[in-house]
Nanobody, 115 residues
Framework: QVQLVESGGGLVQPGGSLRLSCAAS????????LGWYRQAPGNQREWVAT???????TYSDSVKGRFTISRDNAENTVDLQMNSLKPEDTAVYYC?????????WGQGTQVTVST
């Protein structure tokens, strides 16, 4: 079991950057799959990026080349660096951990990309 707390969301202009961070309540070294998802108003939650315990990363096509996921096993955090933000990136962003086929979620952090 793990509790996840996201931070770093906010309002940013198109083309800007934000860095989201997710703090875990326990060691994440043994958690194979950590990821970020997002949910825009009226839409289903969608996958954004995943990082494995070995450091392997995958990204959705909509963010590839703009977002970077990383993990710090010493600090028990998983971050999402978001560059070249677009209005369509506006959503609540959620941190996710997969442990023995059980999915754990944070409470989410709002990201708004607007002029």
């Amino acid at each position: 079991q793990v509790q996840l707390v996201e931070s770093g969301g906010g309002l940013v202009q198109p083309g800007g950057s934000l860095r989201l961070s997710c703090a875990a309540s326990r060691s994440i070294g043994g958690i194979n799959t950590l990821g970020w998802y997002r949910q825009a108003p009226g839409n289903q939650r969608e996958w954004v990026a995943t990082i494995t315990s070995g450091g392997g990363t995958t990204y959705s096509d909509s963010v590839k080349g703009r977002f970077t996921i990383s993990r710090d096993n010493a600090e028990n955090t998983v971050d999402l660096q978001m560059n070249s933000l677009k209005p369509e990136d506006t959503a609540v962003y959620y941190c996710n951990a997969q442990i023995f086929f059980v999915s754990y979620w944070g409470q989410g952090t709002q990201v708004t990309v607007s002029t």
